[in-house]
């Protein structure tokens, strides 16, 4: 019966954060992580911009699955002012040599405790990978999804990062929105 049960469900929203809004911070924490060439960077480096910062690691089938995806957002609407931040939780050298392998060109920061710390100062308890945070230009977090991401799910947020950026509506209107 609760198989039965379950199929009658509805299907979930199309673009339903699997993170609960209330934990969430209200604007990008400030911690730094090394790039690619062992520069500590901050989220507070691409000023200006709307960020999609992904949590990720080698080890994980669906932040693998998830990258080329992540690269076409960098494509398509990087222009218009997003930007994607790929934040490695992983053994450094691991991630050099994946990130070569699949010639990622959006930017990447990479650490291991330090890099879980920073996906916890979003306000996260308990992080899945990949989880992917979503800023506005002003660096107010407007949403995050936990799990891998679709392309569905990608141009419903980033629109509405677009009507925050925009002034037609306040991050939490938008997340709201997003959660259904």
Same mark, same amino acid.
């Given at each position: ?11 979930? /929203? ?5 993170? $609960?809004?209330?934990?969430?911070? !209200?604007t990008l924490p400030d911690f730094q992580l090394a790039d690619r060439d062992g520069q500590m960077k901050?989220?507070? &480096?691409?000023?200006?911009? $709307? ?5 990720? !690691? ?8 998830? %990258? ?12 218009? @002012?997003?930007?994607v931040i790929g934040i490695a939780v992983d053994f450094r050298d691991k991630v050099l040599a994946y ?10 920061? %990479? ?6 710390? *920073?996906?916890?100062?979003? @306000?996260?308890?308990?992080? @899945?990978? /990949? ?5 506005d230009r002003q660096g107010r977090i407007v949403t995050a999804h936990m799990g891998e991401l679709t $392309? !569905?799910? $990608?141009?419903?947020?980033? &629109?509405?990062?677009?009507?925050? &950026? ?9 997340? *709201?929105?997003?959660?259904?």
């Amino acid at each position: 019966a609760a198989l039965y049960l379950y199929r009658q469900q509805p299907p979930a /929203p199309v673009a339903a954060p699997a993170v $609960a809004a209330a934990q969430l911070v !209200a604007t990008l924490p400030d911690f730094q992580l090394a790039d690619r060439d062992g520069q500590m960077k901050s989220l507070q &480096d691409w000023p200006g911009q $709307a960020l999609v910062v992904n949590f990720w !690691a080698t080890w994980c089938a669906p932040c693998r699955r998830e %990258i080329p995806l992540l690269q076409q957002l960098q494509r398509d609407h990087g222009p218009e @002012g997003f930007q994607v931040i790929g934040i490695a939780v992983d053994f450094r050298d691991k991630v050099l040599a994946y990130a070569d392998e699949m010639k990622i060109e959006y930017p990447l920061l %990479i650490g291991e405790q330090e890099a879980l710390d *920073a996906a916890a100062a979003f @306000g996260v308890e308990a992080v @899945g990978f /990949p989880f992917t945070v979503f800023s506005d230009r002003q660096g107010r977090i407007v949403t995050a999804h936990m799990g891998e991401l679709t $392309a !569905a799910q $990608a141009s419903l947020i980033l &629109d509405a990062v677009r009507q925050v &950026d925009s002034g037609s509506t306040s991050p939490e209107a938008a997340r *709201a929105s997003l959660e259904v």
